[in-house]
């Protein structure tokens, strides 16, 4: 049962536009959203996230915005430059009393930015 | 440079065999995380560990067990290995599980 999905494997733009990536999950439990990036031969690196207490949260060019009615996320980067371009996790934390708070991720977005 | 530290980087290995997978978290960190991602999938989540107690449980398969040690460590452990354990193991640890997971570079496996 995939909890988070990540419907679009890739997406291709130009530098200068937006870079839109898009999540939808499924458990209403979820209580913190997250993005990570990830480059070739390289672990994930965190990018940003948003609390399920939030529509909107902004870190310069990266901003995520949370439709919970929707159950779906998404990433837009403005404007979009060739460094961007890399594999895009969403992921989503299902907090449970006995502290875990292991992350559910999704099947990533290869996000290409055309010079 | 995220401070967690994966060892060995590549491993080619045959079908049957067992093979050993270790993960350094960053210093001060109490939890570890072990994912597994295989051609064209996302993240799985394997297990958890918190200052050396298995704290969550994911699609962990009986053939594959972990533990973390008292220096905090952990080690995941894969035996009779088949071709579709082949992939990309990370290890992630988090200073407490409600914090950020930063993630090592990945221990890639080869099962022919």
Redesign the interface.
């Known amino acids: 049962d995939q909890q988070?999905k990540?419907n679009s494997?890739s997406l291709s733009v130009q530098e200068g536009r937006i870079s839109i990536l898009n999540c939808d999950y499924t458990n209403s439990m979820f209580d913190y959203f997250?993005w990570?990036k990830k480059y070739p031969?390289?672990?994930?690196?965190?990018l940003i996230?948003i609390s399920s207490i939030k529509d909107k949260n902004e870190d310069g060019r990266f901003t995520v915005f949370l439709n919970k009615s929707a159950k779906h996320l998404s990433l837009h980067i403005v404007p979009s430059q060739p460094g961007d371009s890399a594999v895009y996790?969403c992921?989503a934390r299902f907090?449970r009393s006995?502290?875990?708070?292991?992350?559910?991720?999704?099947?990533?977005t290869t996000l290409q930015v055309k010079p | 440079d995220s401070g967690v530290t994966q060892t060995p980087k590549h491993l080619i290995t045959a079908t049957g065999q067992r093979v050993t997978l270790r993960c350094s978290p960053r210093s001060g960190d109490l939890s570890v995380y072990w994912y597994q991602q295989s051609l064209d999938q996302g993240l799985q989540f394997l297990i958890q560990y918190y200052n050396g107690e298995e704290r969550a449980k994911g699609n962990i398969l009986e053939r594959f067990s972990a533990q973390q040690f008292p220096d905090l460590h952990s080690e995941l452990n894969l035996s009779s290995l088949e071709l579709g354990d082949s992939a990309l193991y990370f290890c992630a640890s988090s200073v407490d599980p409600t914090g950020e997971l930063f993630f090592g570079e990945g221990s890639r496996l080869t099962v022919l």
């Open positions: 988070v990540q494997p997250l990570y031969a390289e672990g994930p690196t965190f996230s996790f992921a907090y006995g502290n875990t708070g292991k992350l559910i991720f999704g099947q990533g």
